[in-house]
């Protein structure tokens, strides 16, 4: 292979994105060795096994990798906003809006959520961390090292090129001849891997580390959410994982699994992709309506309407995200009778949907609401939603769904599914649990217009597009000519995502203005809120809570501050827990140059990172961690401290 093969060269913007990379790189050397800082950091963070640590390395991961996915959308917004534009060639375009649906799906929304997960739930039922800490820190840098090396093709080898789904004979390497799609496969197997590890680490925790007294229907909404989540991920991740290994084969070593001919079957991939792929947007929507629920109960100062309703909403919606899977194709010819049954099971997911938006108005019915800026993202939730829901019945129509089909009206209907759906969400988490995590609020006032910023500019860049897409604009159109009459309305568009970005700007600049500013909280509970992980101390201690917690009813924190019922009963003791280890860091870098190897089918290298990852994982079995064990008098010093009590 020559080098002008092995980085991607020929284009300024690339040039442009090298050189940011690498003095980015050096800026990050230099600074941690001035600040002598190094030690902080193995010690620290890169070998923790704290839930509340790695949640926070995956929320900044996951911002990160917004930045990244927003910056390909202002490009593509840029690239269509006029006729003709040749600000990107159409490969250039598709490389983009591939990595677009890739990084914003499966490398900001899943990790901000499972961040949000690690940070809250272990807390809301009560526990000291998850049941494996040490597959917990495996899980984030499988994920973390999954998303380097598909953010490395951005600069070797190239981009995938054949959109987030892959969809063959498109990804064979006979359309597709560059390493691109080879990363497709390997990232995403390697950080599936992860998530499937935390599905079911969470699922055991949930199940088997609650506080005494917290039965099932007392959980919060959000660990509910949760649950369903991780469950949904361990059924539907392995079929993903598999369908990659079979595209792996087929690319690098020429096997026929989905080539149109010698018995393979493209249509095979597009079943197995959709079949995890619908799931996946409930992966990471559910947790959201998790969020939704835990903040507008806390601000609406009401109990949550119809909790077990909500529940029972949850479980029928996870059963039904596996099989609704065949309307992402209705028009490639499988017949009436099957597009009927999933046209049938589609529109059946609306009911529990609709169901949870009206016990959400209920809970606000004659709440004393408070407009803070977690609430404004959980309101404006509520009607763009539901536009997103609405459209999706249209689609659901397989007959209609011919007129739709792969047009812009598509692509406008699943951001008004996933932004206000996930995104607005983890934004309003983000809010409402920064305190418990770093001890003070973010500024309300900067927060309100970031907001405003991001509501109205959403709308702005995708209500154009449904009429774009019933106008004839095809999705994932490079260009077009003046003559079409698309110009206006993609220009408003793009007037829209720009509007976006300031609104996510605003809210950079909000986390810098409150990490000097803001007052620091002390009573561990700013919201006057109503469940477990508001009991303890703010940020949270490394054992989470001096005395654990006894549960005697749903909303204990509530019930405890005006029923008077004690959530801590005992006599606080010496407190165990897991030391860190940098086994998990290790194993995910040798995943990294495993996977790396096999993009340019480098087999020697490949194999000798294959028996470093069987030596690692085999260490990792016979070891015995022994932990570390937290004095009374350290707990007590602890907490006084905490409270901002002279020690």
Known sequence: MKWDEFFVTGEPMIYGAMASIVLAT??????????????????????????????????????????????????????????????????HYNEVFTTHGLVMILFMAMPFIIGIMNVVVPLQIGARDVAFPRLNAISFWLFFFGAMLLNLSFVIGGSPDAGWTAYFPLA??????????????????????????????????????????????????????SLITSVIITFAFPVLTIALALMMFDRIFGSQFFTMANGGMDMLWANLFWVWGHPEVYIVILPAFGIYSEIISTFSKKNLYGYSSMVWSMVIISLLSFLVWAHHFYTMGQGAMVNGFFSITTMAISVPTGVKIFNWLFTMRKGKISFTTPMLYSLAFIPIFTIGGVTGVMLAMASADYQYHNTMFLVAHFHYVLIPGTVFAVIAGFHYWFPKVFGFKLNDRLGKHAFWWIAISFNVTFFPLF???????????????????????????????????????????????????SPRETNGDPWDARTLEWATSSPIPAYNFAVTPNVKTRDALWAAKHDNISIFDEEIKPIHLPSNTGKPIILGAIFFAFGFAMVFSWFIPAIIAGIGIIIVMATMSFDRDHGITVSVKEIMETEKKLRGETL
């Open 172 to 225: 064979s390497i006979e359309f597709s001849p560059t390493v691109g799609n080879n990363y497709y496969s390997l990232a995403l197997q390697i950080s599936g891997i992860g998530t499937l590890l935390t599905g079911i680490n969470f699922i055991v925790t949930i199940l088997k580390m609650r506080a005494p007294g917290m039965k099932l229907m007392r959980m919060p909404m959000f660990t509910w959410s």
């Open 467 to 517: 009429f774009l897409g019933l106008k004839g604009m095809t999705r994932r159109m490079y260009t077009y000519s003046e003559e079409t009459g698309f110009g206006p309305l993609n220009m408003l568009s793009f007037v829209g995502a720009l509007g976006l970005a300031i609104g996510f700007a605003i809210l950079v600049y909000n986390i810098y203005y409150s990490i000097r500013y």
């Open 26 to 91: 050096i800026a990050i050397i230099v600074g941690l060795t001035y600040f002598k800082k190094w030690g902080y950091l193995w010690r620290e963070w890169l070998t923790t096994v704290d839930h509340k640590r790695i949640g926070v390395m995956y929320i900044l991961s996951a911002l990160i990798m917004l930045f990244r996915g927003g910056v390909d959308a202002i490009m593509m917004r840029f690239q269509t906003a006029v006729p003709e534009n040749t600000f990107l060639d159409s490969q």
